[in-house]
């Protein structure tokens, strides 16, 4: 058998090979190879999983991979669970599935995320289920300049209308005055955090350990660099060549700013993500000005939704697509090594 290789193994799904003739316990295996493939920050892939033999997939937090420095109220840990058990159902519905979620399902368990029945229901015909489907073994994050391309309002349009749920609200705008205060934003916040040692210790660690996809010795020179030099005006020079670059900013908000609502916004993100990838529209989240509570708070009130809670602030327009994958850990990595019935 070919060696895993953590940049390229995973992302070389195919659909031809559900083992459909298997048992449950192969079938969700099966399934959580595209639940692993959801973007997270600082790709920690901050998520575990145990499966139960009756058709029963249970989501718990890693906390090996919590950003406690950059992400203390576990914001950010919560939305990238969200975008794994958005993946998780959406190639569930694409295999015949009709999986029930149930959050949060143990009030003394904090790290229990949540439980995923499913059952067979026959293919439902959602075609928009099977563009985003498609798109997860695509996706990606953009991190390159956008092209001097606008996005249809129809297009802005539907992503609006796919991509909110109740309490969640997407917000996507060209405004120019809005660009020039979230800037102001980003400028601010990139500051803040790349003055903090600690906030650089957290990043040096993760980019030490390959997490972005680079080879060993450059991520253990960038991890050396990040600890020891204050970026900040570099990473701020590129965020706002980026933000001026993009056709679209967008907010991700909530009118209640609880774990449960964290985790849903997480799904809606990564619904966005796929969306914008079967369209070829890149997107490139910006979470410093959420990471910087004064900031979060004054980004609160550039919101249409007022007394909505920003969770995820992003970028979205057209641009060349990276040539790699950043690397996962494998399905067995991720699963909890007791499957109980
Ligand atoms: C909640 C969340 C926050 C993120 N914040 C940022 C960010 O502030 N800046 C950035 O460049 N990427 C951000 N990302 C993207 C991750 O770095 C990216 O998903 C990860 O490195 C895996 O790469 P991929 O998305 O290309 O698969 C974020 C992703 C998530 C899910």
């Given at each position: 058998m070919a060696e895993y290789d953590p940049r390229v193994s995973p992302w070389k799904?195919?659909?031809?090979?559900?083992?459909?003739?298997?048992g449950m316990i192969e079938q969700m295996k099966f399934l959580l190879g595209y639940a692993v493939l959801a973007p997270s920050s600082h790709n920690t892939q901050p998520w575990k999983f145990a499966l139960r033999d009756g058709g029963v997939v249970d989501v718990f937090t890693d906390?090996?991979?919590?950003?406690?420095?950059?992400d203390p109220d576990q914001r950010e840990l919560n939305l990238s669970i969200g975008c794994a058990i958005e993946n998780l159902l959406i190639a569930a519905r694409h295999f015949g599935f009709d999986p029930k979620v149930k959050y949060?399902?143990?009030?003394?368990?904090?790290?229990?995320?949540a439980s995923i029945e499913l059952k067979k229901s026959g293919f439902d015909g959602n075609i928009d289920n099977s563009r985003q489907f498609k798109a997860i073994t695509e996706r990606h994050t953009n991190h390159k300049n956008y092209e001097r391309r606008s996005i249809e309002p129809g297009v802005l349009q539907f992503l609006e209308n796919n991509c909110s749920e109740p309490g969640i609200s997407l917000y996507l705008t060209i405004n120019a005055e809005f660009r020039q205060k979230f800037d102001d934003l980003i400028v601010r916040s990139d500051a803040v955090t790349y003055s903090n040692p600690e906030y650089r210790e957290e990043l040096a660690y993760w980019i030490g350990k390959g997490a972005f996809g680079t080879p060993w010795l450059i991520s253990q020179i960038g991890r050396l660099a990040m600890a020891y030099l204050n970026f900040g005006d570099m990473v701020m020079r590129g965020d706002e060549a980026a933000l001026m670059s993009a056709p679209v900013i967008g907010i991700i908000s909530t009118t209640t700013n609880s774990r449960l609502n964290q985790i849903r916004a997480g799904q809606v993100f990564e619904r966005l993500y796929l969306c914008a990838t079967s369209l070829g529209i890149g997107v490139r989240p910006m979470s410093q000005v959420c990471q910087v509570a004064e900031h979060k708070q004054e980004l609160a009130g550039l919101l249409?939704?007022?007394?909505n809670t920003p969770l995820q602030p992003f970028l979205l327009g057209f641009a060349e697509p990276a040539k790699e994958h950043t690397p996962r850990k494998s399905v067995d990595e991720v699963m909890l090594s007791m499957i109980y019935l």
């Open positions: 799904l195919s659909e031809n090979d559900f083992p459909s003739t298997s906390l090996n991979g919590w950003l406690r420095v950059a949060l399902p143990d009030a003394n368990d904090s790290d229990y995320i249409p939704a007022m007394g």
